[in-house]
């Protein structure tokens, strides 16, 4: 048979867009319509609102690992890909490019502001759509969603009418959190708290009846102008005469009454609290108990509205603060301020201080939802992997509020809510009304605001598949095998998604949840534009080849880990595609004019069963990684098997064959090779796709291509334990005489005469005389004595394995005076250090101020230090026989 030729080097750019093409054209991706259970993960749909980071790499390269796995293990494997509007952060981006071109939206409209919107969507979406193809994603791209969508928006709007009608969604006044840039209102959840360092503002305000004053302590004095109240704890003997007193609001017209609340800490600051219910969630529930006035004192950029004395209207929070301050000394009621640091909420999009804001806005009542999603995990039908992460899905659903879903943003999902001008009524409809049902009225006004971004999301996994449609692949698919995805959107989309498919699917979304770990760089720090030390998964591909790329990264996904790397680390990858390229061209250098022989009728040799031994352990090591999500445990079976097992002793013993002039073990041999390599394409391709691809193609007697194979079954008929016992056993051998020659620096090519002496009780010992030859090549001798009666031993340096010791003579390979006075050497330096380091050990200072891994890495050079002590000093005794 004539081979298919290899370039001599491997070189990703020659053929990862063409097998990609390749794939696409010919429908790969699709999910075999054969009736089989499927495996279906639904994309975390990135937002269109830039390009993939690393983070993003990592979670679609492992999607991507388990998709091609299930696919080659014969499951209709469906991978749906998708995107997110992401309203904020894309509404956020649009604006800033119109600022720079000098427009407000306001003067654009909201129609022309949603059409520059689309445009930059599409942008974006082209670059991450390359950029998961870029990588290898094996999505099915005929299924592709965007969250706005026709199909997701009629979902969306189902859901919410649905919501509605249970009594579920509902629209009130309530405080909400509220981004004074974005110009919207923010969940709980979209809240980011940072330690701020602040002050403590300390004053009085005077009793109304001019028998005293009251010290008030607070981190924000502006909002001193919607007091209600001041409140104390009943408990708190120094105010329990005040109680139901009234209190004169400085810098206001208006009385205020002291209220007894057992909310207020009688430890924390003065013990009495203003209370502002409009500007703050703890003062909210204090002004329901008491039913106080409510009083919103900010506009919506953050400035002070007309709801307080006209002195402030108009000034921003920075501003006011300060101008409250100088008036409060002016009258001689301002005391002090402190330094104090304190939690302030953030906008999760543009980081701006998040202000406690009463405003009218829709909701969803979560708890009867978050129960039944509760139960859901408890009956363990979905388990997060690693189970560590349950207990953040178990605290955030357990201590749930109120969902607000009202965003006063432009782009999104309108909310499908209608209100008539000429009589009131509200209109909640599935579909666009013309004509109001009460009066008749064709007036009507549709709700301004949009819906968070999330309350698309947390439909994914059935609105992709056609719901509310009754679809074929929404009946297929549904529900999802596996979701991956980052730890801190557990409570943002990944218990809702459980919590909506609950209420609307009567069933969860999925069943299993991996959570990735966080990419880091390689001093621990978290990858961000800030710090400059953030990978572009595209540089690193164009350098190294999506291969490196996904193979590294599956490699160091240890479960529960997370990941440090900079871009050298991609040279693992790259290393192994380079051995696995290279070994394949090897191979295929020597099928040239050989008959290959099939499996089935090939004459198995010991060395054979071994091999065949291996991938069966494999094979086996690796399902059961991937069946746990232990993605480095899979990617460490292969790459063992291949490197280890396959090149560095398969290929190599092999050589005897090859180059015997026997043409029928030529050919026996060379088929045992083409199938060895065959099965461990197929062992690496979930995360070595393109390369294994590549190969594949050019093997003998292949047909298809390899991303729909079968993946390699273990097989109790190809374990071999004898034989792989055995083998294991001249491994040993062949180690310990490769380290003799390494550590007298004997060159690879030197011939250096052996003798192994076997015990008489040596199991392996008939092993070992049927491969004398191997052995010797494996050493590199031309003079190998394999006995069962102590050999002469003068002139050598001794290996002890189990049941056999081997005699490597290097007299006549190295000059013995000069090695013997470098071991003395050697061996006086570790005896140096030996004594420095149990003196460190035995120094209580360092053993209590030094941290625990500190003080375990000195334990350890130690053993190491003193274990090469004893070699060393054997190498010494060994040499000195004359």
Partial sequence: ?????????????????????????????????????????????????????????????????????????????????????????????????????????????????????????EEHHTIIKKQLQKIGSSCDWSRERFTLDEGCSRAVREVFVGLYERGLVYRGNYLVNWCPSCGTALADDEVEHHETNGKMYHYYYPLADGSGRVEIATTRPETMLGDTAVAVNPEDSRYTHLVGKMLKLPLTDREIPIVADSYVSMEFGTGAVKVTPAHDPNDWEIGNRHELEKINILNDDATLNNNVPEKYRGMDIKTARNTIVEDLKELGLYLKDTEHSHQVGHCYRCETTVQPYLSRQWFVSMKGMADKALKAWENEEVVFYPKKWENTYKHWLSNIRDWCISRQLWWGHRIPVWYCNECGEMIVANEDPFTCGRCGSTDLTQDSDVLDTWFSSWLWPFSTLGWPEKTKDLKRFFPTSTLVTGYDIIFFWVSRMIMASLEFMEEVPFKDIYITGLVRDKNGRKMSKSLGNGLDPLEIVDEYGADAL??????????????????????????????????????????????????????????????????????????????????????????????????????????????????????????????????????????????????????????????????????????????????????????????????????????????????????????????????????????????????????????????FEAYVFIRDAVDIDKEIDKLKKEQQKMEKMIKQTEGKLKNENFLSNAPEDVVEKEKGKLAEFTERTEKVGFYIAELSRR
């Fill in 1 to 121: 048979m004539s081979s298919s030729e290899m370039a001599k080097a491997y070189n990703p750019k020659d053929f990862e867009d063409r097998i990609y093409k390749y794939w696409m054209d010919n429908g790969c991706f699709k999910p075999a319509d054969d009736g089989k259970n499927p495996f279906v993960i639904v994309i975390p749909p990135p937002n269109v609102t830039g390009v993939l980071h690393m983070g993003h790499g990592l979670n679609n390269i492992l999607q991507d690992v388990l998709i091609r796995y299930h696919r080659m293990n014969g499951r209709p494997a469906l991978w749906v890909p998708g995107t997110d509007h992401a309203g904020i952060a894309t509404q956020n981006i649009v604006e800033k490019k119109l600022r720079a071109r000098g427009i407000d939206r306001h003067e654009l409209g909201r129609e022309k502001f949603v059409e520059e919107t689309w445009k930059v969507k």
């Fill in 550 to 803: 996904k193979f590294t990264m599956t490699f160091l996904s240890a479960q529960g880990q997370d990941i440090l790397i900079d871009t050298e680390s991609f040279k693992l990858g790259s290393k192994f595609a380079n051995k696995v390229w290279n070994a394949s061209r090897y191979i295929m250098m020597n099928v040239e004019g050989r008959n290959i022989i099939p499996f089935e009728k090939i004459e198995l040799k010991e060395i054979d069963k071994w091999i065949l031994h291996r991938l069966n352990e494999s094979i086996k090591t690796s399902k059961a990684a991937i069946e746990v999500y232990r993605f480095n445990d899979l990617a460490q079976a292969g790459y063992e098997f291949f490197w280890n097992d396959f090149c560095d002793w398969y290929i190599e013993a092999s050589k005897i064959s090859l180059y015997s002039k026997d043409e029928a073990e030529k050919d026996r041999a060379i088929s045992m090779l083409v199938y060895v390599l065959e099965q461990g394409l197929k062992l690496l391709h979930p995360y070595l796709s393109f390369i294994t691809e590549e190969i594949y193609a050019k093997l003998p007697q292949t047909d298809g291509p390899l991303i729909t194979a079968d993946y390699p079954k273990d097989d109790e008929s190809m374990s071999f334990s004898e034989t792989a016992e055995n083998f294991g056993r001249l491994q040993d051998l062949i180690r310990g005489i490769r380290t003799l020659r390494s550590e007298f620096t004997i060159p690879p090519e030197k011939k250096i005469p052996v003798a192994v002496f076997m015990d008489s009780d040596f199991s392996a010992s008939g092993f070992f005389n049927s491969h004398q030859a191997l052995i010797q090549q494996l050493v590199n001798t031309d003079n190998l004595v394999l006995t069962a009666e102590k050999p002469s031993i003068e002139g050598s340096v001794a290996y002890a394995g189990t049941g």
